[in-house]
């Protein structure tokens, strides 16, 4: 691991690391901040995974998320959103290749050669921060968009390893709608049965741990009712019986500026998971 | 007055603005968020001043000073940092030109036909504002670095139109640094006695209005020791008799990671003065 830059923020430190991922193979950047308690304590680590065209850049630049972690005493972790690189398959649109991993590990050609995001969120990147950082092994994942699905997915495939999961106005039931239609069918292929194990509104009706969801939605956001569906999540959980608490705010958008505004609530609900 | 973009955010509402600057001859860009508050009541108005290379979006993407405005109903405009556009006259380098006004007006060419920063943020701007929205005449003004230099020198040039200044890792004596001796230079000449009434640390001694200046620093920044130079601030100051507080924090450096970090109690102190 090699630290490409390390700023004091609140009281602790916003890094940013480079290093080796071979389940994706190749070079990955990724933010970590590290709050005060982190110098004599071990944290517990939350896992922030981004949308579309995000790097690790954006969250920690734009969410204002650094303050909160400071005040629960937790460890923030936001990986890039897609494997990066020379030989690393791409697409000219934003919504596909990179930047747009949307946290599944391919089995299509060109894709299967390096994308394979799952594995790397779910386990080479938290056995790096486990292996690398003085913090517990407790740990919650959140996201916004393409990234709240795939915090949605990673903890519902993974019982459990986390011990909260949150999203913001995230992608919920990728197999019926266009982002995740075109997604899934480049990087799974056109049968849409092998779909079901990476779509959110899919799993919760066979989760084995039923981890309560927590959902921030803005009733502005130009991407709810084409891309978003949170209605689609309601039914699934109701039928279901899985714990789920939708939340829309109106005149909120897709952006950051709605991020930042609920991002502390958040950080608690997770801490109050994470820290007992 | 056209409105470029307008969000939701901390239940209130960051917007950009686009308008003919007629102090600069061209059309200028500002942000203003407008806090809950605003909504029913005239709230004061927060001036910030960005730093080099800056835009009017740095500080409302980064600084995560939404929540405190709300928190303390307090507006805050941000403007771009120097004219632009066709015709507007620039300079290759970062430190000079676009993005480099240093809130000046200058006296030489080519930059005297469009760079008047001083007159359209001291004067422009806030008639502008005071007109276009339904806010208090009460002002408070800050900035970062160029920006925090402009802070100071605007209200030392203006006293009794803020209530409150402060500045993060400010320039404080621009004739003696190398920025501020290139800017001068290039704005105002050769002769350094009209530099004077452009420099704060030149202002304090023959202040008429003894406004309490606070100012947060970084330890680690980069520029400390050849650009910033708070000490000699705080000599011109203790020799004036003018009232100063200077925070040094260890380690942190010149960025918005910093600016992050304080801007709450920044925005509290203004508050402070603004809301009595």
């Not at 630290?3 to 609140?10: G, I, N, T, V």
Request: include cysteine; charged fraction near 20%; proline fraction near 5%.
């Amino acid at each position: 691991m090699q630290r490409l830059s390390h700023q004091r923020c609140f009281g602790g430190w916003q890094d940013v690391y480079r290093h080796r991922a071979e389940s994706l193979g190749c070079d990955m950047n990724f933010a970590v901040y590290l709050p005060p308690q982190a110098e004599r304590e071990a944290c517990p680590v939350l896992y922030w995974l981004s949308g579309l065209t995000c790097t690790e850049q954006n969250f920690i630049t734009k969410a204002g998320a650094q303050r909160y972690a400071a005040e629960h005493g937790v460890v923030i972790v936001a990986p890039d959103t897609s494997p990066r690189g020379e030989g690393v398959a791409d697409d000219p649109a934003y919504d596909l290749g990179m930047g747009a991993g949307f946290y599944v590990d391919a089995t299509q050609a060109p894709w299967s050669a390096h994308y394979r995001m799952q594995s790397y969120v779910a386990d080479e990147l938290p056995a790096l921060v486990e292996r690398g950082f003085a913090v517990s092994h407790r740990r919650g994942i959140f996201g916004h968009s393409m990234g709240g699905h795939g915090a949605l997915i990673t903890a519902l495939r993974h019982p459990g390893r986390y011990a909260s999961v949150s999203a913001f106005s995230p992608i919920v039931a990728p197999g019926r709608v266009p982002w995740g239609e075109k997604a899934l069918t480049a990087y799974l292929g056109d049968d849409r049965d092998a779909w079901r194990a990476w779509d959110a509104s899919e799993l919760v009706a066979t989760a084995r741990e039923k981890l309560p969801i927590l959902i921030d939605q803005g009733e502005a956001d130009e991407f709810l009712a084409t891309q978003l569906r949170p209605d689609l999540l309601e039914t699934a959980c109701a039928a279901a019986g899985h714990p789920l608490t939708v939340r829309r705010h109106a005149g909120y958008d897709h952006s950051y500026y709605f991020i930042a505004s609920f991002i502390g609530e958040h950080i608690a609900h997770h801490a109050r998971a994470l820290r007992t």
